[in-house]
């Protein structure tokens, strides 16, 4: 696996250079704010993402932090895709390095931000709901602080990928 920098990408972008760069966030992501040129390629539907990837062309696949990038890649190379390289620090370092982006001025929350957000807001309401009517709501919460473990082990989350099939994080 081939690893690049946000600062090596933005030079080949900026060169002009013959790179595609594979965005592989959720729909609603990229569609909030995106490297000029980016194919959308969502790692929840790499299928139908992974047919549009130009096997020519040097590809640099990029998500928010690193994560999804680094699994789409892996699968990219399980299915004889070679011309790879993941772009380490993803979005955040290419906003943090002062890189332009497209901002399309969408109000969805990140996919991240979302999944902390419902978690939170589910943990609440079982403690609530444990005090106003029963003590038993408080499996709620004890239920969401073990899948929170159990995806921080695994580093899959149920919640983000039904959050992700969610009406507002499709096409924007």
């Known amino acids: 696996l081939s690893y690049a920098t ?11 250079n013959d790179v595609q760069v594979l965005d592989v966030r959720e729909t ?7 490297i000029r040129g980016a194919i959308s390629a969502p790692l929840s539907k790499f299928k139908e993402s992974s047919r549009r990837i130009n096997k020519n062309r040097h ?7 690193g994560k999804r990038a680094v699994k789409y ?16 620090g993803g979005m955040k370092s290419w906003i943090d390095a002062g890189y332009p982006v ?7 929350w990140s ?23 029963n003590p038993m709501f408080i499996i709620l919460s004890g239920a969401i ?18 959050l992700a099939r969610m009406p ?4 924007c």
Do not use: P
């Open 6 to 16: 946000v600062k090596e990408l933005y030079e080949k972008v900026k060169a002009g």
């Open 28 to 34: 609603s992501e990229f569609g909030s704010e995106r």
């Open 59 to 65: 590809s640099y696949i990029i998500c928010q932090s």
């Open 73 to 88: 890649a892996k699968q990219l190379l399980e299915n004889r895709h070679n011309n790879i390289s993941v772009v380490t």
């Open 102 to 108: 497209e901002n399309t001025g969408s109000k969805v």
């Open 111 to 133: 996919l991240e931000r979302q999944v902390r957000f419902t978690a939170g807001l589910l943990v609440l309401l079982g403690v609530v709901l444990s005090f106003i009517f």
């Open 145 to 162: 602080g073990a899948g929170l473990v159990f995806a921080a082990v695994t580093d899959t989350c149920g919640m983000a990928m039904v």
């Open 168 to 171: 507002w994080n499709q096409k």
